[in-house]
């Protein structure tokens, strides 16, 4: 650049390559670390260097003369920018990329639902067809008949009969409303509509009014809740529960509702509705829609409840809880026997060498401060049914 009279000399020392511009003109051009001349009148200047490279890597700054006999150099620093800008432009092509994979897993997960209800649409179309038996001249001939009730006080009864060890429900006349493919069939604990069948090795709820699957077979092994009647939840099992294998437990209804998903190590059934589990090892309690109602850290949760009361032990200490999870006697004890005699419930508690009393019905407490049982005064039971 030729110097022009009554101007200064301004000295650029540029990181990178990059274009000098005055009030948005162009002026010059500097290479890096290289010291480039340029000459500028008194006064004020607005000055933009901007990178060779990349337009966006710029450094803009004013500058005014005071003297035009006076010289400057001005350090331009583009580096910095170029290298903010670089991460940047990396972040936003990260979070793009996520987007694009998230976006990418959705529409696998929807394109897998929609198989999987297309291929249970058409078993439940393949189910519905009709079934062409052979006529018979005179008597139908099967492996085995047997009369069954729907459960436990359901008065509706229906026919089953075996042929080559597989089982097919019989209709007024004896004649098979479907083919003989499954293994097993149990009644679904007093619901006439459904029934459990295993099939394939794996047991499914079948709707045998519309001959179609509820639950497709997919679980291993099915038992019973609890002893007592009317129990219309079932424990159904993934893996080999009974000969040493792996194996999860959880709880379905008649409705073919997963309410406790399978992932538990052991499950039953207590009164209320409320279910005992195994998680880790660990023991806690479940309510009867599934929601955990005391936390798995419970080494063992006591079998034996009167009004719902149950002794535990945790981290080495003993106290007792209720069916909703509440604690109603803090862990403090180092030992917690529970007593049931003629129909009435209590604890026997004991606290550093001490026995008392909990007594389950009332909530009365005779204070740890015996040596023995035997010293304990008598008191007053009242029966828990």
Known sequence: MEKHLNTAIVRINSDLPCLIYRFGKEIGRADAHDYTEIYLPKGKHRLSFVSSENSNDKVDL?????????????????????????????????????????????????????????????????????????????????????????????????????????????ND??????????????????????????????????NYKQRQYLVAPRF????????????YTLIVTIGDRWNGGNYKLGAINDKGELFIDCKYEELYENKGGYYKAKLNGMEGLLDKYGRVKLDFVYKDLCAYSSKGKYPTEYRGKYGVFNYAGDVILDFIYDKIEYCEPFGCGYHVLV????????????????????????????FNLEPYY
């Open 351 to 378: 606290k550093d060498g001490k026995y008392g009393i909990h007594i389950c019905a009332t909530g009365e407490m005779i204070p740890c401060k015996y040596n023995s049982r035997d010293e304990i005064p008598d």
């Open 62 to 170: 004013e500058k005014e003369i005071l003297d035009i006999e006076y010289e400057d150099i001005i350090d331009v620093c583009i580096f910095p920018i170029k290298n903010a800008r670089i991460l940047k432009e990396r972040a936003e092509q990260e979070r793009l990329e996520q987007i694009r994979q998230e976006l990418i897993r959705r529409e696998q997960e929807r394109l897998a639902e929609s198989r999987r209800i297309e291929e249970e649409k058409r078993k439940r179309e393949e189910a519905l067809k009709p079934y062409k038996i052979a006529p018979y001249l005179t008597l139908n001939f099967y492996d085995s008949v047997s009369i069954r009730n729907f459960g436990f006080d359901n008065p509706k009864k229906y026919v089953i009969a075996s042929k080559n060890s597989l089982y097919a429900i019989l």
């Open 220 to 231: 291993d092994d099915i038992s019973r809740t609890g002893s007592h009647r009317n129990c």
């Open 173 to 206: 006349s004896f004649l098979p409303t479907m083919p003989f493919q499954f293994e097993q069939i149990q009644e679904c604990n007093g619901n006439g509509d459904y029934l459990w069948v295993k099939a394939n090795k794996k047991w499914g709820l079948y």
